[in-house]
T-cell receptor, first 114, second 114 residues
């Protein structure tokens, strides 16, 4: 069965610093992978997704993630944090061998310090 | 509609009462999900619909929880004899059903059991 782990339930970075949010997955086959963001008091929206094309995926708001099969990872990065990036970030996996079930990780809360 | 619509947006109910939460997915989306998000927690998968059938109900926490979908569109999540631990945000999401496609979330129904 597929699963997702996110290292660090809470991450704090200074404004302008690198953002790195970690995601590791477990799946019997190379899955589809997603990052969703939830801003305060808002619904979830897609940041980016990996669907077996390029391993480096670029998303909205300057975020990108790299699929590394050997490490079963899909870490999210942004070179320079902005105050508006403060939010909850969820990594998710969809197992292509079954129907379109999407399993979410526990989430990482990102704080940006001025 | 333009997005996933959920109602009510907020519901306060007394312990032991039944509640119904409604989800109206994006028009044409064949796949529909229900998730639960408790305070400070990640997204807990509840149930998945493909059309009107539910091939995966594995996430429903107890037999007090049930869901149905009619006409391949609107879905209702029913919680019977509510308990305080049922307090959470219940999120509905839909997708076209093709594996790897983005799932779109509603704003959620915030349930408080007192």
């Amino acid at each position: 069965a597929q699963s997702v782990t996110q290292l660090g339930s809470h991450v704090s970075v200074s404004e302008g610093a690198l953002v790195l949010l970690r995601c590791n997955y477990s799946s019997s086959v190379p899955p589809y992978l997603f990052w969703y963001v939830q801003y305060p008091n808002q619904g979830l929206q897609l940041l980016l997704k990996y669907t077996s094309a390029a391993t480096l995926v670029k998303g909205i708001n300057g975020f990108e993630a790299e699929f590394k099969k050997s490490e079963t990872s899909f870490h999210l990065t942004k070179p320079s944090a902005h105050m508006s990036d403060a939010a909850e970030y969820f990594c998710a996996v969809s197992d292509k061998t079954s129907y379109d079930k999407v399993i979410f990780g526990p989430g990482t809360s990102l704080s940006v310090i001025p | 509609g333009a997005g996933v619509s959920q109602s009510p947006s907020n519901k306060v109910t007394e312990k032991g009462k039944d509640v119904e939460l409604r989800c109206d997915p994006i028009s044409g989306h064949t796949a529909l999900y229900w998730y639960r998000q408790s305070l400070g927690q990640g997204l807990e998968f509840l149930i998945y619909f493909q059309g009107n059938s539910a091939p995966d109900k594995s996430g429903l926490p107890s037999d007090r929880f049930s869901a149905e979908r009619t006409g391949g569109s609107v879905s209702t999540l029913t919680i019977q004899r509510t308990q305080q631990e049922d307090s959470a945000v219940y999120l509905c999401a839909s997708t076209s059903g093709n594996s790897g496609n983005t799932i779109y979330f509603g704003e959620g129904s915030w349930l408080t059991v007192v």
